[in-house]
Each structure stands twice: as C-alpha cells, then as structure tokens.
C-alpha cells in the first residue's frame, strides 16, 4: 500500500539556518505530494504542493520538488524564522478514481530558536 | 470565508461508551474526511462522505461510523470506546470527492481522551 517515510525528529535549527526535512514515499502511479504544517494546537494547513513529476511547490520561502526517480520530495528553506516552529508532515494523494485520501508520514518537529 | 469549524475541542469519556464528534466544513465544500491522529503520528484516514454517502474507508472497525448532512456538515460516532481511541480527531473538507489536486482544508480538531 501507500506509505511515507520522514525523517525523524526533533530538529533544532538556529535562526537563518538552512532547513532540509527529507521525504520519500511509496506508491503506485503518479501520487500528488503535499507539506501540511501543525502549530501547537491547531490542525492542519497546507503548506505546499505538486501534482506531477520535476513541479516545484512553494509557499513562504519553504520549497519542495517532486522527484519521481527517487520517489522524494524534500522540503526546504534557506533561512528559517523562530515563527516557523512547528510539526510539519509529507503527504501523499493518489491521482484520479475514487483514490481521495491522504497517507502522511509521522511528522517532523522544529524548533528554531532565536 | 470561514474555515472547518470542530466541536466540542476537549472531550474525556470512560471505556465503553459513545462519542459523537461534529464538523462544519468550510463554506462551498461538499466532501468531508476524517482522521485520527494519535499522539507523536501522522493523521489516519478514517473515511469520507461526498453528498451524504460514505465513498470511502480506512481500515478502521465498524464501531466508527459516521454521517453527513444536507448542509455538508458532518458527524463522526464512536461506540464502545476504547483506550486506544484516545486522540486527536480532525475533520477536513474539500471543494470534490476526488479527481481533484486541491489540499483539504482542516480544522483544528477534536482532542478525545478515553479513561
């Protein structure tokens, strides 16, 4: 079945470090790949996208490329705020039919602190 | 445009019993999924109502059931709780059922604690 593998946290980052949280996944056909982020006690947003193979999601500095040949979609940012603090999880979704939820990794923690 | 509203946010019930969790999906949404996201996990799909019908199933038991209205509201029903029920429930809606790249929008969850 559909599965996502994150890397393990807790991660700690000063501020203006440079972020990478690895992402790889399973799954058959073409799946669109999601980051949804979690601030303490809220749900889920979604923090980008990318629905075919070599897209690019972005959003607020935070970026992501779709790599179909290594199944990975890595996030990144060049230089994180303490506002970004937060659990953050890959997601996938398979495309077409009735295949309509989401499979999540377990979630990375960041702290950044000042 | 308001977002996925979750009621109540806190709950505690005692193994055994029934528990019944409510969504209102975001205005314009007609599909409504939930998740249980147990503590230090990722969410796990539980299932989905599109216009009223269940179109689709987690692997979760049939003592988790559920309903949607005509208004897309929707409620998710827990019998015979146990321990391990205990979580955070998030409900989340979508403009389609599927077929669609949208993210689902989510709300900020029902946190259940069974004693």
């Known amino acids: 079945g559909d599965s996502v593998t994150q890397m393990e946290g807790p991660v700690t980052l000063s501020e203006e470090a440079f972020l990478t949280i690895n992402c790889t996944y399973t799954?058959?056909?073409?799946?669109?790949l999601f980051w949804y982020v979690q601030y303490p006690g809220e749900g889920l947003q979604l923090l980008l996208k990318?629905?075919?193979?070599?897209d690019k999601g972005s959003n607020k500095g935070f970026e992501a490329t779709y790599r179909k040949e290594t199944t990975s979609f890595h996030l990144e940012k060049g230089s994180v705020q303490v506002s970004d603090s937060a659990v953050y999880f890959c997601?996938?979704?398979?495309?077409?039919?009735?295949?309509?939820?989401?499979?999540f990794g377990k979630g990375t923690l960041l702290t950044v602190n000042p | 445009e308001t977002g996925v509203t979750q009621s109540p946010t806190h709950l505690i019930k005692t193994r055994g019993q029934q528990v019944t969790l409510r969504c209102s999906s975001q205005?314009?949404?007609?599909?409504v999924s939930w998740y249980q996201q147990a503590l230090g996990q990722g969410p796990q799909f539980i299932f989905q109502?599109?216009?009223?019908?269940?179109?689709g199933r987690g692997n979760f038991p049939p003592r988790f059931s559920g309903l949607q209205f005509p208004n897309y509201s929707s409620e998710l029903n827990v019998n015979a709780l146990e321990l391990d029920d205990s979580a955070l429930y998030l409900c989340?809606?979508?403009?389609?059922?599927?077929?669609?790249?949208?993210?689902?929008?989510f709300g900020s969850g029902t946190r259940l604690t069974v004693v």
């Open positions: 989340a809606s979508s403009p389609g059922a599927g077929g669609t790249n949208y993210g689902y929008t």
């Open positions: 799954a058959t056909g073409y799946p669109s």
């Open positions: 990318a629905t075919k193979a070599d």
């Open positions: 997601a996938l979704r398979r495309s077409g039919g009735s295949n309509y939820k989401l499979t």
């Open positions: 205005s314009g949404h007609n599909t």
């Open positions: 109502y599109y216009r009223e019908e269940e179109n």
